[in-house]
């Protein structure tokens, strides 16, 4: 965290009712990946290893609806 810049988050388009950020944490970047509507979307992009889901996880590249899900991606990979 210490290696943190200010503005370090980016709010990601993301589906209606859904909210996907990425903080660039040094080398690393946190993505939190939020669905707050009552249907499942597909999720995008590069993302690193999965370190937090609620409920679940039903499918690696489906984010269910009312869930939130947290992957812990080195910047390398983007």
């Not at 996907?20 to 970047?29: C, N």
């Not at 939020?34 to 249907?39: E, F, G, I, R, V």
């Not at 409920?55 to 910047?75: G, K, M, Y």
């Amino acid at each position: 965290m210490s290696s943190a810049k200010g503005h370090s988050a980016t709010l990601l388009k993301s589906p209606e009712e859904c909210v996907f950020v990425d903080w660039t944490l040094g080398e690393l970047v946190l993505q939190l990946r939020l669905n707050l509507s009552a249907h499942d979307v597909k999720l995008a992009g590069p993302l690193g290893e999965r370190i937090w889901a609620e409920p679940e996880v039903i499918s690696s590249q489906i984010l269910t609806a009312r869930s939130v899900q947290v992957f812990w991606l080195e910047s390398s990979g983007l």
